[in-house]
């Protein structure tokens, strides 16, 4: 996610299949709740 000069990395994995495998919902769910953290993060940082 990128807001202006700052950048969040919210998740990192190694996907070692090219295709016929999907993201694991347990990586996706994961992947959500760090981007409302970091969405959450950033507003009170903006506000500070």
């Given at each position: 996610m990128r807001k202006k000069s700052?950048?969040?990395v919210?998740?990192?994995?190694q996907k070692k299949?090219?295709?016929g495998?999907?993201?694991s919902?347990?990586?996706l769910n994961?992947?959500?709740t760090r981007l409302e953290q970091a969405t959450r993060l950033h507003?009170?940082?903006e506000g500070a």
């Amino acid at each position: 996610m990128r807001k202006k000069s700052d950048t969040y990395v919210l998740h990192v994995f190694q996907k070692k299949a090219k295709h016929g495998i999907a993201t694991s919902k347990r990586d996706l769910n994961l992947i959500r709740t760090r981007l409302e953290q970091a969405t959450r993060l950033h507003a009170e940082n903006e506000g500070a």
